[in-house]
Structures are given as structure tokens and as C-alpha cells.
């Protein structure tokens, strides 16, 4: 026996019905992935950001030649070289002059600027004394650690971010040039 099937009539309201449910259950899902989408540009682009003033304050740094290289005043000019890189690649939540001061790059918080000038030990020699290299054979380098705290525009994202002390993704970039000796 072959039983033909009726065509049901679908109750109007009962479809719209279902069409909200459906939606209602979709758009959350939606919305989390369109803004997990738009924290990681924003991380993305900041990482960048702080990679490039990494290298561009390191490298103005290992132009500079002071003696001594690690003093107050050449501190100051390096957190401001970033500062004032940092307002010019638009760094998000950045506030200006935000880093007025640089310190040793191991012995920094979530925020600021770090700079270490240092000889490169050779077994034979061992000049003592400050920065900059008088001659090719001295070996100086410069350490530039940027560190920035980008914040979290998304609940729900904070599992996702590096441990840090601040509420927000820690960023951190570090650059390491070697000096060379100024020209006569």
C-alpha cells in the first residue's frame, strides 16, 4: 500500500516563531567570533607597532655616542625617541609621554621602556670602562625592550591573554644592535 503524503500547512506564526529562535540563538555565536576577529587585528597591529619602535629606538640608540652610554640623561633620550615613536604609529591605548624614563630591560613592569648597553665579553679582552667602542675590536650592543598592555574589548577574552599583572594582553618586543665606533 503506498500512502501518499499530505501537504501540512505551516502556521505563519509558529515559523516566524522558530526563525527568532534560531536567530537568537545564532547572533551570540556570531557576535563572540566578530569580536575575537577584531581583538586579534587590534593585538596584531599593536605587536607590530611595538616591534618597530623596538627596532627604530635601538636603532637611534646605537647612534648615539655619549659617554657614559647608561647614564640618567641618555635613559631620558631613549624613552623619548619611543615616546615620541609611539605617538607616531598610533599604538592603542597609548597615552603620550606615557614613557618618560627607561629602565634595565630585566627589571621591567607591564608598561615602559627598557635599555641596556653592554660589552660582549671576548675570552682575550676585557675593556673596562663605559660605552661607546672605541675600535672594531671592542664589541658594544644595545638592548631596547618595549613592553605595552593592550585592553581587552571583549568579555570573555581574558583566558586567551598573557599572564601579566594588568588586565589586558602584555605585549613586549626586544631589539639588540651592536655600536660601532664613531668615525673621525
Same mark, same amino acid.
Given at each position: ?26 547572533? #551570540? %555565536?556570531?557576535?563572540?567570533?566578530? #569580536? ?7 593585538? @596584531? ?27 640618567a640623561t ?10 615620541? @615613536? &609611539?605617538? +607616531? &604609529? ?11 624614563? &627607561? ?5 621591567? #613592569?607591564?608598561?615602559?621602556? +627598557? ?24 664589541v658594544w ?14 568579555? #570573555? @577574552?581574558?583566558?586567551?591573554?598573557? &599572564?601579566? +599583572? ?10 639588540? %644592535?651592536?655600536?660601532?665606533?664613531k668615525k673621525?
Amino acid at each position: 500500500m503506498i500512502r501518499r503524503f499530505q501537504r501540512q500547512r505551516v502556521d505563519p506564526q509558529r515559523a516566524r516563531g522558530q526563525a527568532l529562535v534560531e536567530f537568537a540563538l545564532v547572533i #551570540g %555565536l556570531f557576535m563572540i567570533v566578530i #569580536g575575537g576577529i577584531v581583538q586579534f587585528g587590534i593585538v @596584531l597591529w599593536s605587536q607590530n607597532a611595538i616591534n618597530d619602535i623596538a627596532r627604530d629606538t635601538a636603532r637611534w640608540a646605537v647612534t648615539q655616542s655619549t659617554s657614559p652610554c647608561d647614564s640618567a640623561t641618555s635613559r631620558t633620550l631613549v624613552a623619548a625617541t619611543a615616546n615620541q @615613536l &609611539a605617538r +607616531g &604609529a598610533v599604538l592603542v591605548n597609548y597615552q603620550s609621554g606615557g614613557w618618560s624614563t &627607561a629602565t634595565d630591560p630585566d627589571l621591567m #613592569g607591564d608598561e615602559g621602556v +627598557g635599555v641596556k648597553w653592554q660589552q660582549v665579553p671576548t675570552p682575550a679582552l676585557v675593556i673596562p670602562g663605559d660605552c661607546p667602542p672605541s675600535d672594531n675590536t671592542t664589541v658594544w650592543t644595545v638592548r631596547v625592550r618595549i613592553r605595552h598592555v593592550v585592553p581587552i574589548f571583549v568579555p #570573555g @577574552l581574558q583566558i586567551f591573554a598573557p &599572564a601579566c +599583572g594588568s588586565n589586558g594582553f602584555c605585549l613586549s618586543s626586544i631589539t639588540e %644592535l651592536r655600536m660601532e665606533p664613531k668615525k673621525p
